[in-house]
């Protein structure tokens, strides 16, 4: 049998000691240096690798936005706007997530010379730039298709270097695979066994109990609250427990602006200093959240006739917006081009804010052409609300006190305490309007039965008013009660002031 010792060939030693040398040369100094360079070539060659390795992970992420920004200019290929425009809106339109902005940290020893390392945006910006002076100084007939090219250009020298890189660490992966060093020590293989449990002692399953159900001919009975005064609800509950729901529903979906988002509203348009510096020192701001907040406090303020300032929380909005997209290096790029006189990218955001603001107005517009057609009664439902029927009269509320003697005031403050909170609130607010919110909230049965109780307690007085007729407004309301219930009523339910002269 003849056996193969060829593997053997690429073992790498650091200390040999059958080693022969020079006489004139020591040997214990030949060995020394013979390991320091082999140790050298091998650090070099894994530094080299992690190198590459990482620099491949770099151009793919900016190969991949780069074939982002081509497609976005390919898209507008047909528009007849400013190319610079359009470069800069196919520039936003490629900015992918913020949080993606960073590269990946380079592992240790590599890079380590570079201070600061570039994001994505800082690149592709510098890309940009690069390409517009390719272009100004050639002066192609068609300048949006000479923005194409150029990035197109810079598309292939990427790739190519990616290329390149590729072939250079597959050299050097080989090279390093053709030495047995320590480092190539690893597990050929391994065994374990696991003792498996005997699957006649396995539990057996349960039948499942059979659930005995009867069946009613009209299954919503069984749920349907009886209208009774040992329910579990009380009557007016329901409002209750309506508004609170409603509460929480609305604090989840309806999205206001924070106190930070107002703030930072107030800036005035066009002082981009002021709103730079509020960025810098609450970043905490340039959030989705807050640039939503912003719109749909344009929207309320539009509806409101307060267009000024409507039209100045949508441009707080859209800088907000633009800097979130652009990621955090990419803020003081943006204001420094927004800034610039007559550059594309004022124009693009002027054009952005005027638009949005636009819709707004157009919309609310809209909606108040709506709502004057559908009239202040449209889409009622059957409620019941207190009100005085006779001329000259006025409902009073009156609380029955907690610790009265009087027999009949303590019934009726069992009464009161009986009622759910939010209608002893209404009750205690002592007007007319928060107790008719409430029973508006209720069925008209379950408000019937409320009011009746109320008189029952003696909490709703029906009170004549005093009108003094001899001042211009005591007349007035005379002619207004005239009118109402007619002459005879008034002799009846008002009561004349005597003339103080």
């Known amino acids: 049998m003849v056996l193969d010792y060829s593997k053997w060939d690429n073992l790498e030693l650091s200390d040999d000691s059958d080693i022969e ?46 074939d982002k920004l081509l497609g976005a200019l390919q898209a507008h290929r047909d528009s007849s706007q400013n190319p610079d425009e359009l470069v800069f809106q196919a520039v936003m339109e490629s900015a992918g997530d913020p949080s993606e902005d960073h ?13 600061e390392q570039l994001t994505y ?34 598309r292939t020298k990427v790739s190519g270097l990616q290329q390149e890189l590729e072939k250079k660490l597959a050299d050097l992966e ?23 449990s005997d699957p006649a002692t396995k539990p057996k399953n349960k039948p499942a109990e059979a659930v005995k159900s009867v069946e009613v001919l009209n299954p919503g009975a069984l749920n349907k609250r009886a209208l009774t005064r040992n329910d579990s609800l009380e009557s007016g509950a329901e409002a209750d427990v309506e508004e609170a729901a409603t509460e929480g529903i609305n604090d989840d979906a309806d999205i206001e602006p924070t106190e930070l988002g107002k703030e930072f509203a107030k800036i005035r348009v066009g002082d981009y200093r002021a709103s730079l510096q509020f960025i810098t020192e609450h970043k905490g701001v340039v959030t989705e959240r807050e640039t939503d907040g912003l719109l749909v406090e344009a929207f ?6 307060k267009e000024l300032y409507a039209k100045q929380c949508v441009h707080q909005a859209l800088l907000l917006q633009y800097c979130r997209q652009l990621g ?14 007559d550059h594309q990218a004022q124009r693009v955001f002027t054009d952005d804010v005027n638009t949005t603001y636009n819709r707004i107005k157009t919309r609310t517009a809209e909606i108040a052409a709506e709502r004057a057609a559908e009239g202040p009664n449209a889409g009622g439902v059957e409620q019941i609300q207190l ?16 610790n009265s003697e009087d027999e009949v005031e303590i019934q009726a403050r069992k009464t009161f305490e009986m009622f759910p909170p939010g209608l002893q609130r209404a009750l205690e607010s002592g007007t007319l309007d928060e107790v008719n919110k409430v029973l508006g909230k209720m069925s008209v049965e379950e408000a019937e039965e409320v009011v009746g109780q109320l008189g029952e307690g003696g909490m709703l007085s029906l009170e004549e008013q005093i009108i003094d ?32 002269e």
Not at 42 to 64: A, C, M, P, Q, V
Not at 105 to 112: C, I, R
Not at 389 to 397: A, D, L, Q, R, Y
């Open 121 to 154: 945006s800082k690149m592709m910006a510098a890309l940009v730039d690069q390409v517009k002076k390719e272009v100004d100084e050639s002066k192609p007939e068609n300048r949006y298709e000479g923005y194409i090219d150029g990035v197109q250009g810079h």
């Open 21 to 66: 040398v020079h006489p004139n040369v020591d040997k214990r100094s030949f060995i020394r240096a013979k390991q320091n360079q082999i140790h050298e070539s091998r650090f070099r060659r894994k530094h080299e690798t992690e190198t590459l390795k990482y620099e491949r992970i770099i151009n793919d992420g900016l190969l991949s936005r780069i």
């Open 300 to 305: 309320n303020s539009q509806m409101a006739k």
């Open 469 to 500: 007729a001899t001042t211009e407004e005591g007349q007035q309301k005379m002619k207004e009660i005239e009118a109402q219930g007619g002459s005879k009523t008034t002799e009846q339910k008002v009561k004349l002031a005597e003339d103080p």
């Open 174 to 196: 080989k090279e390093e695979g053709r030495k047995i060093t320590s480092e190539s020590i690893h597990t050929g293989f391994d065994r374990s066994s696991v003792a498996k």
């Open 387 to 402: 009100h005085a029927v006779e001329p000259g009269t006025s409902i009073n509320i009156v609380i029955p006190q907690p």
């Open 103 to 115: 590269p990946p940290p380079p592992p240790p020893a590599v890079h380590s010379q570079v201070k």
């Open 328 to 341: 955090p290096d990419g803020v003081g790029l943006f204001f420094k081009r927004i800034t610039t006189k």
